[in-house]
């Protein structure tokens, strides 16, 4: 089992409520609930620099992969899951990332929603 997190594009803050009905779209394999937009990828690039590509690390990475699995990534959304034990580590990464990307962030795990700010 993995801790997940899910990433995309909203216009308006959403509640959890809202939140979890997409999360659970985007897990059903449809993307068709959120609008494409290309900061998700970017979001992703600026990860990879932290938390190393599972499927090209680096030899001196090996020891510094966190994923689960590789990044369900594309322009509409990030399904990204990582081990329990680098939960809290990388949940901190990834909100930070979406704010300063504008983008919108849920935590299935905890019911959390973190809106970009709006100012």
């Known amino acids: 089992m993995s801790f997940d997190l899910y990433v995309w594009h909203e ?3 959403i ?3 809202r939140a979890l009905l997409v999360c ?17 990828l970017a979001l992703l690039d600026d990860l990879l620099v ?3 590509d599972p499927d090209d690390p680096d030899d001196d990475e090996i020891d510094d ?10 322009e509409y959304r990030l399904i990204l899951a990582v081990g329990w034990s680098r939960a809290d580590s990388f949940s901190r990464a990834v909100f930070a ?3 300063k990307h504008g ?3 849920f935590d299935p795990q905890r019911n959390e929603v973190h809106n970009p700010s709006t100012s």
């Open 15 to 17: 509640t959890a409520e």
């Open 97 to 99: 990332l979406a704010r």
């Open 103 to 105: 983008l919108t962030c």
């Open 11 to 13: 216009p308006t803050p």
């Open 50 to 52: 932290g938390f190393p």
């Open 24 to 40: 659970q779209s985007l897990a059903d394999g449809d993307d068709s609930v959120v609008q494409p937009d290309p900061r998700n």
């Open 65 to 74: 992969i966190v994923w689960s699995v590789s990044p369900d990534a594309n």
